[in-house]
């Protein structure tokens, strides 16, 4: 795990943009921030508030279901892919102890004859939940388009063709990720915290829910920085996936979810990540506008999206 001082600082240089301009007008605004923090903040993204306030109230009344029903929806040998993930269970890379958190997962939903459903396991839903399905793959169709959108943005950073990413992207091994953090308690390991210092595997993450306190990165200069998000808000971070393609050019970074004090720390902390995918059979090769005078980066080599994700999930505790 990374070795890092535990003062924190605010990060007021992070991009904060409207998704709702031009997407000329942001795109640099976006791309120096992740070439820089690996991060940004979107707002007017077009998620509907209300399809928000839906998902957060289901996930709540999952999460508030008995253990033995939530054990109920893991599904064995899935590597926590689809359906519930019970507390205690993901690690960090290289963490000595596991997570303070419970989550469940939604993918996409293809058809069984699809030339990727190898790929990609049906999704679970759970029947003590009403209009769960419904709510979370609404969800999930608006994260999808939210992400395509910051990805333009992003190629147009790179000098790519606008829709450069879009084949890349298409049918991709995305999945929408429920979290909750329960309140602190007495009985947690010495040195857990919520979400221990890790950095994502995927292309670009898109986050609701970060506007409490506690989430941070590392920055260049080894400070934790703490993230402060506006109400809505989406906070947008590059995966290892997309750091890979552009040699290092946009930062995955280091990030953790920090224990609150106080009040924070007596209630439970609800998110919901959207780790946007590369299709699985997409070779991430370091794009050759990328590649300076010092050549690819000797981790930077090509692998395939599906192969590169299987390595990383063995790391986590996952597979």
């Known amino acids: 795990m990374?070795?890092?001082?535990?003062?924190?600082?605010?990060?007021?240089?992070?991009?904060?943009?409207?998704?709702?301009?031009?997407?000329?007008?942001i795109a640099d605004e976006l791309g120096g921030s992740f070439a820089e923090y690996g991060f940004a903040i979107v707002r007017d993204h077009g998620i509907p508030q209300e399809l928000i306030d839906r998902a957060e109230q289901k996930s709540r009344e999952f999460f508030a279901l008995p253990d033995d029903v939530k054990r109920g929806y893991k599904v064995e040998g899935g590597g926590g892919a689809r359906g519930y993930t019970p507390f205690g269970t993901e690690k960090a890379k290289d963490a000595e102890i596991s997570d303070l958190k419970e989550f469940w997962h939604v993918g996409?939903?293809?058809?069984?004859?699809?030339?990727?459903?190898?790929?990609?396991?049906?999704?679970?839903?759970?029947?003590e939940v009403d209009s769960f399905k419904q709510t979370f793959s609404e969800l999930y169709a608006a994260f999808d388009h939210a992400g395509?959108?910051?990805?333009?943005?992003?190629?147009?950073?790179?000098?790519?063709?606008?829709?450069?990413?879009?084949?890349?992207?298409?049918?991709?091994?995305?999945?929408?990720?429920?979290?909750?953090?329960?309140?602190?308690?007495?009985?947690?390991?010495?040195?857990?915290?919520?979400?221990?210092?890790?950095?994502?595997?995927?292309t670009i993450t898109l986050l609701l829910g970060a506007?409490?306190?506690?989430?941070?990165?590392?920055?260049k200069t080894g400070?934790?920085?703490?993230?402060?998000?506006?109400?809505?808000?989406?906070?947008?971070?590059?995966?290892?996936?997309?750091?890979?393609?552009?040699?290092?050019?946009?930062?995955s970074t280091t990030h953790r979810v920090v224990n609150p004090s106080g009040e924070a720390a007596r209630r439970s902390r609800?998110?919901?990540?959207?780790?946007?995918?590369?299709?699985?059979?997409?070779?991430?090769e370091p794009l050759p506008?990328?590649?300076?005078?010092?050549?690819?980066?000797?981790?930077?080599?090509?692998?395939?999206?599906?192969?590169f994700l299987m390595q990383r999930l063995r790391e986590i505790n996952l597979a």
Not at 152 to 160: C, P, Q
Not at 231 to 249: K, P, S
């Open 223 to 251: 400070e934790w920085l703490s993230v402060d998000v506006p109400q809505g808000a989406l906070v947008i971070n590059v995966g290892d996936m997309l750091e890979r393609l552009t040699n290092g050019v946009l930062r």
């Open 270 to 284: 609800y998110s919901m990540p959207f780790f946007l995918h590369f299709r699985p059979d997409y070779m991430i």
């Open 2 to 25: 990374t070795d890092a001082p535990t003062t924190t600082r605010s990060t007021a240089g992070i991009a904060s943009v409207s998704l709702s301009q031009p997407l000329e007008d």
């Open 289 to 307: 506008s990328c590649v300076g005078e010092g050549g690819v980066d000797a981790a930077h080599t090509p692998i395939s999206s599906h192969d």
């Open 211 to 219: 506007e409490e306190a506690g989430l941070e990165l590392l920055s």
């Open 148 to 202: 395509l959108r910051v990805l333009e943005a992003i190629a147009l950073h790179l000098g790519l063709e606008r829709t450069f990413f879009a084949p890349t992207v298409e049918d991709g091994n995305s999945v929408m990720r429920l979290l909750h953090y329960p309140p602190l308690g007495p009985e947690a390991p010495e040195g857990a915290i919520r979400a221990a210092a890790h950095g994502d595997i995927n």
């Open 108 to 127: 996409r939903s293809i058809d069984e004859g699809h030339e990727l459903a190898e790929f990609m396991a049906p999704n679970v839903w759970p029947s």
